[in-house]
DNA sequence: TTGAAAGCGCTAACAT
DNA sequence: ATGTTAGCGCTTTCAA
C-alpha cells in the first residue's frame, strides 16, 4: 500500500475558482466570507466550483490585505512540567472555541531561546502573545515586543501586559505559614536550577517573607544535577545532607509539584518517611499529585480559569473591545493538604547544633 | 507603572527603511536576505535604518510571494498526557533549530475537531504535518489533506504517509508476553474510553494476538468513568469488581502509562498490594514511571529520537530532499522491568471458576 | 448583485 | 551593485 507521494500541484486560489464558475474574483471572495448580498444561484454555482476543485482558503494572502491574524503567540518555559503542558492545552482548546490557532515557542527558561521564539512570533504577525512564563528579567522581551501586540501574562506577572494569575507572592506565604503551623522551623525552598522565573521569584519572595516573619531563617536551594545535588547559598551540596544531615531541613516548599515529587522520591531513596520525617509542600497541584501513592499537600491554581480568562482578556484586546490601563485578574488559590505534610518531628531541635 | 497600552502603529516595511536609508526596496530586501553582492556601506547603513525603525520582517509577506513556509502543523491527542507533552516538547526543539516554527492543534481524540483542526492549519499553508496520534480511521484526515503536503506519523502509523515509529503491535505483544511469562492467565488490557486511536489498536492486537498465542482470552477494558468503573465487552464495571471480585484479573496491560498509573492508584485505594496481588505493565516510559512511589513497568519508546527523526523526515520532504515512496523508521522499544510486575499469585486459580 | 482595479509587504527576475 | 517591475492570493472600495 506504499504509493509514492505524488508531486505536488499548486493549490487552487479563487481566481481558478471564479474561473470555473463563470464570475469574479471578488464574487467568489464574497461567498467565501459570507458577505451578504450574495445571488443564491451564484452562491450555489461558486460553491460548487469550489468543491470540485477543492479550493481551500490561503489565510496568508487574507492576512497579508486585512493586517490582522487570528493566532496567538504562546511563549511556554517548559512543555514536559505537566502544569504547563495542562495549561497550553486548555488554552489551545479556548483559543481554538474562539477562532484562533496557537503557535507554541518552548523557551527551556533560556532567555536567548525566548528572546528569537518572540521575534519568530512577531515576524508571523501573531495577533498577541501569551507568557506563560518568562526568563530573565523580561527587559530584553520587553525590547522585542516594543507595544508592537497586546500581550497577557498567565501564571506570572509583568506590569507591561494584562495579568491574570494567582498571587504567588501570598500563595507561597500561605505554603510556607502551614508549614510554620505544623511546628517546623527549618524549611527549605526547592526550585530549579540557576535560571529564574518570575513565579519563581515571587514565590520565593513569599516564602522569604513568611519566614522572616516567624523570625526563621531561609534557606533557599536550587537543582544542581537534578535528583543528587542542589545549590545552597552558592555552593553544591548532596540533597541527601539537606535531608538527612546534622541540622536537617524538616520541612520543604517546592516550587512547583515537579520539584516536590523530586523531593519526595529522594526522600523516598534516602529512607526518609514522609511526612513523618519530612513534610513537602508543592505548587500547582497537577494531576498526578492526587493519586494515593503521592498524596502532594500543595497549592492549586485554578487552571482552565486562568486559561480562560487569559484567551479572553488576550482575544478581547486583540478585537479592541478592550482598552485602556492593564489590568490584572487574581484569582484564588487553595491549599489542599494531602499526605505529605504533618507536624513537624519532635526530635527536630536536638540535631541542629 | 501600570500605564495604558500604546495605541498600536503600524509596523515599518521594507518601503520605510528604503526611504530613510536613501535605497531601494530591493536592496534592502537584499541585505534582509543576506544575499551577496550587496557593498558593505550601503548594507551598513541599510542595517542602520532597520534598527532606527525598529523594523522586523513581515514573513506573511514573504511566505505569500514565496509561495512556502517554514512552520509545521502537529497534530496531538492529548496535551496533558505527559508522553505527547514530552514529545511535543522535543519536536518543538529539533523544529525550530532547524529552523521552522510549530503550530500545535489538540484534538482530544475527537475526529470532527481534529478534521477542523487540520483544515486550519492547511489554511494557513503550513509546510508539513505531523501526526502525533490521530483519531478515527484517518480517511478523513487523508482526505483533507489529500496529498497536498508531506505528512508523518510519528509514534503511529498510517500508509499515506512517513512512519516513525516504534512497532506497537510487537511491543504490545512484548509486553503481555512479560506478563504470561510471569504466570499470569487472567490479563486485562485497559484503554482510553469508547474513542480509539491508532496506536491503541495496534496495541490491543499485539495484546491479543500473544494471548490467543498462549491459549488465552482477551479482557478489553475501556474507562467509562475515570476512576471507578469501565467498559468491558459492551457493559459498565466498576474497576474494583475486575481487579478484586470472582475470576479476578492477575495482571494489567494498560495501553500507556497514565492509565497503567491510574489502575495502580485503584489498585492502592482497592487495598491490592503491587505486585504482589496485581501487576500492571504500562507504555511509554514517562518521566513519572521511574520514581520510587511509582517504579512502573513499562515499555520506553525512544522519544528523543522519535522526535528527531520525525523532524528530519518531515523537513527533508519539505525541502524535496526526499522524494520517492513513503518510509517506515521502526525503532526499537525497550521493556523496562521496574516494581509493578511479578509472578502470578500461587492461588490464582483457585478463585476462578 | 456583480465586476474592475488597487494594493497588503515582500521577493525575484530583469534592467541598468 | 542597485533599481524597476511584476506579481504572490486575497480583500475592499468603487463603478457598473
Chains 1, 2 share one sequence.
Not at 458577505?35 to 470540485?52: F, L
Request: proline fraction near 4%; charged fraction near 20%.
Amino acid at each position: 500500500m506504499t504509493l509514492p507521494p505524488s508531486p505536488r500541484h499548486k493549490p487552487p486560489t479563487i481566481h481558478d475558482v471564479a474561473r470555473l464558475s463563470g464570475k469574479s474574483k471578488s464574487t467568489v471572495s464574497n461567498v467565501i466570507r459570507n458577505a451578504p448580498g450574495v445571488n443564491p444561484q451564484t452562491r450555489e454555482s461558486v460553491q460548487a466550483a469550489i468543491a470540485e476543485l477543492g479550493y481551500q482558503l490561503n489565510i496568508v494572502a487574507r492576512q497579508l490585505v486585512q493586517q490582522r491574524s487570528a493566532v496567538i503567540g504562546v511563549v511556554v518555559g517548559d512543555l514536559a512540567n505537566p502544569f504547563y503542558a495542562e495549561m497550553a492545552k486548555f488554552i489551545e482548546n479556548f483559543a481554538s472555541s474562539r477562532g484562533f490557532q496557537v503557535m507554541f515557542c518552548n523557551t527551556q527558561v533560556d532567555e536567548d531561546v525566548e528572546l528569537t521564539g518572540i521575534r519568530n512570533l512577531i515576524e508571523h504577525r501573531v495577533a498577541g502573545l501569551m507568557f506563560l512564563a518568562y526568563a530573565g528579567d523580561a527587559a530584553g522581551a520587553r525590547h522585542v515586543v516594543a507595544d508592537r501586540l497586546p500581550v497577557v501574562f498567565v501564571t506570572c506577572a509583568a506590569d507591561w501586559g494584562d495579568v491574570v494569575a494567582v498571587d504567588d507572592f501570598a500563595a507561597a506565604a500561605a505554603a510556607t505559614r502551614h508549614l510554620i503551623a505544623l511546628g517546623h522551623r527549618r524549611i527549605a525552598y526547592f526550585a530549579d536550577s540557576v535560571r529564574e522565573e518570575k513565579a519563581d521569584t515571587d514565590r520565593r519572595g513569599g516564602y522569604a517573607g513568611a519566614l522572616a516573619d516567624a523570625g526563621l531563617e531561609p534557606l533557599v536551594l536550587r537543582w544542581h544535577r537534578k535528583p543528587h545535588t542542589v545549590v545552597a547559598e552558592g555552593v553544591i551540596v548532596p540533597v541527601e545532607t539537606i535531608l538527612t544531615g546534622v541540622g536537617r531541613v524538616t520541612a520543604v516548599f517546592a516550587a512547583n509539584d515537579l520539584h516536590a515529587i523530586d523531593v519526595l522520591d529522594c526522600a523516598d531513596r534516602a529512607g526518609l518517611r514522609v511526612p513523618h520525617d519530612l513534610s513537602i509542600i508543592g505548587f500547582d497541584d497537577v494531576a498526578l499529585a492526587r493519586i494515593a501513592r503521592i498524596g502532594l499537600t500543595t497549592i492549586a491554581q485554578p487552571k482552565e480559569m486562568l486559561a480562560e480568562l487569559a484567551v479572553d482578556t488576550l482575544t478581547q484586546r486583540i478585537k479592541g473591545e478592550l482598552q485602556g490601563g492593564f489590568i490584572r485578574h487574581s484569582l484564588d488559590f487553595t491549599l489542599i493538604s494531602r499526605a505529605t505534610t504533618a507536624k513537624a518531628p519532635i526530635d527536630d531541635d536536638r540535631h541542629s547544633a
